[in-house]
């Protein structure tokens, strides 16, 4: 853990790209006569700070963690910032919350999102001050509420999510990679020859896609066979247990999702498998079709897919 305010925690991986701090003293002047003014100390002024963030979504949820911060601003609460290594520096209420889309996909969620957070010390009643947050071990974190659900720490069931979530994404980028493959050898198509050599590495391309979609299909079929008992959804917030048995309803549909690719790759690898140089042209044509039907019905699955992954990733806030 690189740091916390209230109960967000930042990790090392999304921690900030600039930390700004500013603090002051304030002086009055008394004029005089006949002479310069005298300078007299009044008081300390409040420290703020100013942090610049990116967050990407190969390390975290965009979306969620500026929803976190979204909402603790509004909350209009005071917060303790306490860094990885014990460091308390006091109290503070976020003032300002800028946030910049660098990187969407084409159905808008947020790849890349750059962002800045002012944060201003709060002091409250100088007569009854702000005590820091009580730390129970060297390193303060706020992985206590975790620990409330100890049948989904380290589970079957994280690991069960990553293994969908790693095969719709695998599946997704290959998917991604064989159509601009096929696209630019179909630019080139007199070269007959070298179409079929490079059939053959399409063919093997093909392969490794159904094999990153039966990954998923097992991942879920797995998860149909040891679903969440209603004892562990009990013990989880009422709000993240209804989100999640919301996305896990929605299992079967990437389920299908996944068979329907995996049954139109084999179509395209079945083509591939059969090519000759007399019907190259026709062959990468039809397999053209076939791929982009499969990264459609990928496509169109896979924020139901992120959304499951980041309810998982989430459930300790």
């Excluded at 994280?158 to 991604?176: R, S, V």
Aim: hydrophobic fraction near 40%; aromatic fraction near 6%.
């Amino acid at each position: 853990m690189y740091a916390v305010l209230g109960d967000i925690e930042f990790k090392v991986v999304a921690c900030w790209d600039n930390f700004e701090s500013t603090m002051g003293v304030d002086y009055a002047s008394h004029a005089r006569i006949e002479g310069k003014p005298s300078v007299q100390f009044i008081g300390d002024k409040l420290e703020k700070i100013t942090l610049q963030f990116s967050f990407h979504s190969q390390f975290c949820q965009p979306a969620t963690e500026m929803n976190r911060l979204r909402s603790a601003m509004t909350a209009h609460q005071a917060m303790a910032l306490v860094f990885g290594n014990g460091e308390y520096r006091g109290w503070f209420v976020i003032t300002d919350l800028t946030a910049t889309h660098k990187h969407t996909d084409p159905y808008g969620n947020v790849i890349a999102q750059s962002g800045s957070l002012t944060l201003q010390e709060y002091i409250g009643d100088p007569k009854n001050p702000l005590l820091p947050p009580a730390i129970t071990t060297q390193e303060p974190n706020i992985d206590e509420m975790l620990e409330d659900f100890p049948a989904l720490k380290d589970s079957w069931f994280d690991d069960l999510i990553h293994t969908i979530e790693d095969g719709m994404h695998d599946a997704k980028e290959m998917l991604d990679e064989i159509a601009d493959a096929i696209d630019d050898i179909k630019k080139t198509i007199a070269k007959v020859k070298a179409l079929v050599k490079q059939a053959k590495a399409l063919k093997e391309k093909c392969s490794k896609i159904i094999a990153s979609l039966k990954k998923t299909i097992d991942g879920i079929e797995a998860l149909f066979k040891q679903p969440l008992d209603l004892k562990t959804l009990a013990a989880m917030p009422k709000a993240l247990a209804a989100k999640v048995q919301e996305l896990i309803n929605s299992l079967p549909g990437i389920h299908q999702c996944a068979s329907d690719a995996t049954a139109l790759i084999k179509q395209a690898e079945t083509l591939f498998t059969a090519i000759t140089d007399g019907v190259a042209k026709e062959t990468y044509d039809s397999a053209s079709s076939l791929v982009n039907q499969a990264r459609g019905t990928v496509r169109q699955v896979t924020p139901a897919v992120s959304q499951l992954a980041a309810a998982n990733i989430t459930r300790s806030l």
